[in-house]
């Protein structure tokens, strides 16, 4: 299995905080992505890269900002944090550009919650 | 764009009874992938299947199979003879493997199943 890990697993936070989540791999993937999961919405993109310094909006990228300074790590920042936000954010790897069973990979998630 | 529709809300079954979650697609591309994923109660995303837009064979595997019909757009999902454990949150996929999709997931709502001992 591709190694990803997200960090912090738990996090409450104050409305209008800055907040950022970090995702690790240990792979050289050059996919990835940050989703929120929200009772009746699914997992939905936030934002999603295609390499180091290369990202792009998601479906719900409002509020949110990344960045991708290496391979391994992508960041995602809650600029100003609202309870809006609260949610299970899961970090993700696109293997299919390997040939595997697998395809995609999440991490374990980060649960969120803004007081 | 494209779309994935779980219509069921919420399932509920006694143990050994087989049940299906239905999954309904759509997508302009002719290359893409079908996934399913399994979320118990600890909240993991657990990878079940991935089926390519190529392969309409159906696939078993233990009490899980599933069922790929392109002409209806549709991938379901069947448990024979549920069992407690089966208990989760599913979820049905669809990633389009065009050269602009940057390999994107998009998810269905997802079909909460219980099953009740």
């Known amino acids: 299995d591709a190694g990803i890990t997200q960090s912090p697993r738990h996090k409450v936070t104050e409305t209008g905080t800055p907040v950022t989540l970090r995702c690790h791999q240990t792979?050289?993937?050059?996919?990835m992505y940050w989703y929120r999961q929200d009772p009746g919405h699914g997992l939905r993109l936030i934002h999603y890269?295609?390499?180091?310094?290369?990202?792009d909006k998601g479906e719900v990228s409002d509020g949110y900002s990344v960045s991708r300074s290496k391979t391994e790590d992508f960041l995602l920042t809650l600029e100003s944090a609202t309870s809006s936000q609260t949610s299970v954010y899961f970090c993700?790897?696109?293997?299919?550009?390997?040939?595997?069973?697998?395809?995609?990979?999440f991490g374990s998630g980060t649960r969120l919650t803004v007081v | 764009a494209q779309k994935v529709t779980q219509a069921q809300t919420e399932i509920s079954v006694v143990e050994k009874e087989d049940v299906t979650l239905d999954c309904v697609y759509e997508?302009?591309?002719?290359?893409?992938?079908l996934f399913w994923y399994k979320q118990p109660p600890s909240g993991e995303l657990v990878f079940l299947i991935r089926?390519?837009?190529?392969?309409?064979q159906n696939e078993i595997s233990g009490r899980y199979s599933w069922n790929f019909q392109k002409s209806t757009s549709s991938f379901n999902f069947t448990i024979t003879a549920s069992q407690v454990v089966d208990s989760a949150v599913y979820f049905c996929?669809?990633?389009?493997?065009?050269?602009?999709?940057?390999?994107?997931?998009?998810f269905g709502q997802g079909t909460i199943l219980t099953v009740h001992p």
């Open positions: 089926r390519n837009s190529f392969d309409e």
């Open positions: 993700a790897i696109n293997t299919l550009d390997r040939v595997t069973n697998y395809g995609y990979t």
């Open positions: 792979e050289n993937h050059r996919y």
């Open positions: 997508t302009r591309d002719t290359t893409y992938y």
């Open positions: 890269s295609y390499g180091v310094k290369d990202t």
């Open positions: 996929a669809l990633l389009n493997a065009g050269g602009t999709s940057y390999g994107k997931l998009t």
